[in-house]
C-alpha cells in the first residue's frame, strides 16, 4: 500500500481531518454578536467606542491620548470620622516611622532610628486596578489612580487604559503626577501595586521614575494597618478598616475582584457601562487611604 492509497482511506475513516478548506486554519476575528471583524471596520469602531467611553465617565478628558479622569474635593471635607485635611496636618515623623518595620517599637538606644520627615503635601497615594492578581508581565494595570494635595482641596487623576496600546502613553502621564512626590502612600502596594508598575516600565522601555526607585519612601498601610486594628476589626481589607475604624461604609460597591472580567467585557464588546463602577471604586481606595493614614498617624501619636 503506498502513501496516496493511505491518505484517502484515512480521509474516508476520518472525514473532518479532511483538508477541504484552505481557510480551516485562518484566524477570523468576532464581534460580540459572532460576526467578523473586517479590519476596514475596526478602526471607526475602536474610536467610536473610545468616545462613548469618555461620554460616560464623569470628569473624563482626553490629552496626550490618555483618557483621564480627573476629581476634587475640598480637603476640609470628611471621610467618615475624619476630614480628609487631618491627613496634611500629620507630623512628618510620623509619616516617616510608618516606613519602618519594627515602627510600633522605641528604637534601642545603641542604635537610634532615624526617622525620615515625609511631607504629607507632596505625598502621592497610588491604587491600580489590574488584568489579574498573580502579578508579573502578564499583568496589565488598566486603570492608575493617583491622589495628592492640592491648594485647600484633594485631586484624584485615574489613567484608563482605552486599549492595552495606550500603557506606554499613560505611564508618560504617570511620570508627571509622581514628579516631586516625597512618598508614594499604598495598600498593599510594596508587594503587589509597585513591583507590577515597576515590571510594565520595564516592559515598555522606560525608565521608572524616581518615587518607584527602590530605596525611595513608599508608604505600605497594610502593615501597620493590621498591627494597629487586627484586634478591633474581623478584617483588615482596606473596607473593612473603613466600615468599623473610619466609619465611612461603602454602598453600591464593585468589589475589586471583579475588575479583570469587566475590563475584559470592555474590551471585547466595548461597552463602558460596567467601567464606571470599577472607576469609582478605584477612587474609594485613594479616599480611604488618604483618612487611613491620617488614623494611624493620630494613633501613633496617642501611643507616643
Known sequence: ?????????LARAFPALAPHDPRELTYVPLDSEGHELHPARSAPARRRAHRLLAEELPGARVADQVLSIHGARPAAARFGRLPLAAAL???PQHIGRLLHRGWWRPPPRRRPRIDLA????????VDLETTGLAGGTG???FLIGVAGFGPDELWTEQLL????????????RLDALLAGASALCTFNGKSFDLPLLRTRYVMSRRRPPPALADGAPQVDLLHPARRVYRRHTPSCRLAVLE???LEHPRRDDTPGWMAPAIYGAYLRSGDAAELAGIVAHNRDDLLGMVALLAALTRALAESL
Open 139 to 141: 499583568t496589565l494595570p
Open 118 to 125: 515625609i511631607d504629607p503635601a507632596r505625598i502621592r497615594f
Open 243 to 245: 466600615a468599623t475604624i
Open 161 to 172: 487604559l482605552r486599549s492595552p496600546a495606550d500603557e506606554a502613553r499613560a505611564l508618560a
Open 1 to 9: 500500500m503506498n502513501g496516496l492509497d493511505f491518505a484517502a482511506r
Open 89 to 91: 496636618d500629620a507630623d
